[in-house]
């Protein structure tokens, strides 16, 4: 009879754990998914309940921090949120310090201080801090070893794992100058990493949808298999219609895979929610949508249909990039001077093309504007 008290009492312990992980694990995706979905007021109120109801869950500080992390993704150019964000990871990483002061094997404090380490780092890596961010390689990676024997079972660890695999031999291979700072961690192996990022990008528990866009951007920019990169982020914006992120990316494949029919029903989407000031949907976003309206027209010949949306671009360009001659500031520039050229309006073309030559090199932007000085643009037929 006792022994089928203690049983009941363990199993009646047990069902409530399992409740209180499912109420918990509701609250963190709930949460997840509203950041997404840029609905940021909401994320915030979803996790201040998960700070005031598991207030030793480091967790509900994690994903606090995410919310700012989307911010700053939404208008990558943009610093001011970057202070606010370590502040916020600095302070997860002190919750996990004093956890760990007690426990050192605790899974989920080593879990959540390496995430923060590691989104710190990759907040220096998009600031070409690359000292900062090597730094932050170092320290991270101990810790996801560190998880992985605590718990095998977490396999969103496996997005650290995979993320380090394939950046620290891509790295080694497109940005020599960065070895000395990478000599004193193991070598990468980016097979190997893309292995484990499609593992977490399907199996993942927090972590799968981040992984599925980090994988995404691993197989548009470097492995240029643009199929298998439509295919994730058709995914995500079917999943989060509202991330004008994800909307654009998205976007941007379809332009590489020369789906230019469909590209242009996409920018136009975006272009309608700018100007309709849906959140997220940003300047910097409508300078995009533009241009890419602008260079479709541009790739098809129809060069007056393509100059009010560079002309467009380009005085957005010359607002939020006033100090900062980015790559799409000038090629949209140099694309409207061509435009101009082939409608016949010369003075107008020589005048971007000065433009051009006053601005950054960017890939060959100056040999172009000279080029067409001196001979105007005649576009191929």
């Known amino acids: 009879m006792i022994k089928v008290f203690l049983i009941l009492i363990l199993l009646i312990s047990y069902i409530s754990n399992q409740a209180q992980d499912a109420k918990f694990d509701s609250l963190i995706n709930k949460g997840i998914s509203q950041i997404y979905n840029i609905q940021f007021d909401e994320a915030k109120t979803t996790f201040s309940k998960v700070i005031k109801d598991y207030p030793k869950n480091p967790a509900g500080k994690f994903f606090n921090a ?71 390689g170092k320290d991270a990676l101990p810790l996801i070893s560190e998880i992985y024997k605590a718990d095998p079972s977490n396999v969103d660890v496996q997005l650290g794992f995979g993320i380090y695999n394939y950046y620290a031999e891509l790295d080694h291979e497109k940005y020599p100058a960065l070895k000395p700072l990478l000599a004193f961690l193991p070598n990468g192996d980016k097979k190997h990493g893309l292995k484990q990022l499609k593992y977490v990008a399907e199996k993942g528990k927090f972590a799968k949808y981040e992984t599925q866009y980090f994988l995404a951007q691993i197989y548009n920019k470097y492995e240029k298999d643009f199929d298998s990169a439509f295919e994730i982020m058709n995914s995500l914006c079917d999943n989060f219609p509202n991330n004008p992120v994800f909307q654009k990316y998205k976007g941007m494949i379809l332009v590489r895979k020369k789906d230019y029919s469909a590209a242009k029903i996409l920018f136009n989407d975006i272009l309608i929610r700018c100007n309709k000031n849906f959140i997220g949907y940003t300047k910097r976003t409508k300078r995009e949508a533009n241009y890419y309206l602008g260079y479709i027209d541009y790739i098809a010949n129809n060069f007056s249909n393509a100059i009010p949306y560079l002309e467009e671009s380009k005085r957005i360009s010359l607002i939020i990039d006033k100090d900062n001659d980015t790559e799409s500031k000038v090629n949209t520039i140099l694309f409207l001077a061509k435009c101009y050229d082939a409608t016949y309006n010369r003075t107008k073309a020589k005048e971007l093309y000065n433009m051009v030559l006053d601005l950054e090199d960017k890939g060959n932007s100056h040999n172009q504007a000279e080029k067409y000085l001196k001979t105007p643009f005649t576009p191929n037929k």
């Open 66 to 136: 995410m919310i700012v992390w989307w911010q700053i993704m939404l208008d990558i150019e943009n610093e001011s949120y970057d202070d606010s964000f370590c502040d916020k990871l600095e302070d997860v990483i002190d919750m996990c310090d004093d956890i760990l002061d007690e426990n050192p094997n605790n899974a989920n404090a080593l879990f959540f201080k390496g995430g923060a380490i590691g989104f710190r780092g990759r907040l220096y890596t998009y600031r070409e801090s690359w000292f900062k961010a090597a730094l932050d």
